[in-house]
């Protein structure tokens, strides 16, 4: 599915509990966000996670002040980027790993990334997403008051 939302004002953060704390990506979480991100898809269909040198080499350049992540003492639990585009913000990636799923992170750095692009006059907000994710993603984005805007069906034949 593609999902979108029209931001009708300023989102409201959430509260996460005790120790958690939601963070602004810095230059030194590069190799521990992408570790959360190789772990958080792991289960999901097609993915095909890059070495971190490689990632990193495409994504070192990004706009970096539109990553987040939420922090759980020294690990990072869950990680989110996002772009600026003419036609609104996107959310590129959204992961929560595995211990830290159900406790709310990721619709806090969802409402964390919406803040940020309504602050930059980014009032559409799309994304993409398995409509058959294993983690339930589109009720979440359901949850945040995404809609779906098109769906696009694929079909596999595994060859003998």
Do not use: C
Request: no cysteine; charged share 25%.
């Amino acid at each position: 599915f593609e999902m979108a939302l029209d931001l009708e004002g300023e989102p409201v953060m959430p509260a996460l509990p005790e120790p958690l704390v939601l963070d602004t990506f810095r230059g030194e979480d590069a190799s521990g966000f992408h570790a959360a991100m190789i772990e958080s898809f792991q289960d999901h269909w097609e993915w095909h996670g890059l070495p971190f040198e490689e990632w990193w080499k495409l994504r070192s350049d990004d706009d970096h002040s539109l990553w987040f992540l939420v922090r759980d003492g020294d690990e990072i639990a869950a990680v989110i980027r996002n772009e600026a585009r003419a036609a609104g913000g996107y959310v590129g990636l959204l992961g929560v790993r595995r211990p830290w799923r159900g406790r709310g992170l990721g619709r806090a750095l969802l409402q964390r990334a919406f803040a940020e692009f309504w602050r930059r006059g980014l009032t559409h907000v799309w994304l993409g997403v398995d409509a058959d994710s294993p983690t339930g993603a589109t009720k979440l984005y359901e949850g945040v008051g995404m809609t779906v805007e098109s769906a696009t069906v694929i079909y596999e034949r595994a060859l003998a």
